[in-house]
């Protein structure tokens, strides 16, 4: 005869089921851990080091679970004679009204020399930016402030050799490495070709309906020689995000530029520039138009706003005078 299987005592099931909730909890609780120490990491590279000086990129990796990849932000950590620039340091080296000694990040290292480095640096709300060289003299940091403005002080790549700046007017800066120099730019450009004291610079003028690749002298900001294309029959390039090695080879495969006593710059028979058609042009002016309008709407909004503030702390004013009296 079969034995008989015992039934399982009253309130059994439920505390089975509790007793595995908690451990299901206990095991995601201890799964979360893992994740969270296994898919963030910080990497800490010396990238420029002096007696006096050493700048240390500090990059943070977190995976992306919605990617599954890793996204990497990078900033730099700077030390004079073993400990850390603090950042009230580093406001007296700014000499800048606007800086405080609130927390500084610094987002763009670049070494110039054995004895200095091209710096980027913005206050903890971005609302404040620098671009500086630091370097040292007798034991000391020593800092030139090169750009400060409100926008964006990012160093952006040029020719090698050379770094591109833009100040809040959307002027260019050229910035030779080696041996340091600053060379302001009128008009915000990006650039081609660095070819000695001579740059290619490209330029959408918007006022004119026009595209124009420049050759001018860096030294005195001089124009030297000029390609105007229309805009309503040549695409604009995409050159915002490109190499300066892509941007070289586009220069080259579109134009033919002469140097020497009289500098030229011509579009080249078998060129490789985008045409539109009269109907993509069109369709351009009017979201041109559109996007004026916004910005229009925008501006007035803005300005109506901060009117309305003013009325409203004017009122507030006169409210408390009133009840002084």
């Known amino acids: 005869m ?27 609780l201890l799964c979360a851990a893992l994740l969270t120490a296994g898919c ?8 420029f080091s002096s007696d006096t000086l050493k700048v ?12 599954s ?3 990497h932000h990078t900033t730099y950590a700077v030390y004079e004679n073993g400990s850390a620039l603090s950042d009230k340091d580093f406001a ?14 610094h987002t763009d290292a670049v070494v110039l020399d054995e004895d200095a480095v091209l710096m980027a640096s ?20 020593t800092l030139e402030k090169i750009t400060a403005g409100t926008v964006d002080c990012g160093i952006r790549p040029a020719p090698p050799g050379w770094r591109a700046l833009y100040t809040d007017r959307s002027d260019l800066i050229l910035v030779r490495e080696h041996p340091f120099q600053v060379h302001p730019i009128a008009g915000y450009a990006y650039v081609l070709w660095i070819d000695g004291d001579i740059a290619a610079l490209y330029h959408k003028d918007r006022d004119h309906e026009r595209l124009v690749v420049r050759l001018a002298r860096i030294s005195s900001d001089t124009p030297l020689a000029e390609q105007a294309l229309p805009m309503r029959t040549y695409a604009e390039p995409d050159l915002l995000y490109a190499s300066p090695e ?25 060129h490789r520039l985008e045409t539109i058609t009269p109907e993509v042009w069109a369709q351009y002016q009017e979201n041109d138009r559109q996007n004026k309008e916004l910005d229009a709407q925008a501006r007035a909004a803005g300005d109506a706003w901060i009117e309305a503030q003013r009325r409203e702390l004017m009122e507030a004013d006169a409210t408390a005078r009133d009840a002084t009296k």
């Open 122 to 141: 913005h206050n903890r709300d971005s609302s404040r930016c620098w671009t500086t060289r630091l370097s040292a003299s007798r034991g000391r940091a």
């Open 246 to 270: 892509q941007r070289r080879q586009w220069l080259f495969d579109n134009f033919t530029v002469a140097m020497g006593a009289s500098p030229s710059i011509q579009l080249r028979p078998d």
């Open 56 to 67: 240390v990129a500090v990059t943070e990796s977190r995976l992306d679970i919605n990617s």
């Open 40 to 47: 963030a990491r910080t990497q800490r590279e010396t990238v």
């Open 2 to 28: 079969l034995a008989r299987i015992p039934s399982r005592p009253a309130g059994s099931s439920a505390m089975h089921a509790r007793r595995c909730s908690v451990l299901l909890s206990a095991a995601l």
């Open 69 to 71: 990849k890793y996204q």
């Open 92 to 105: 007296t080296l700014l000499q800048d009204h606007a800086a405080t000694d609130a927390p500084f990040v």
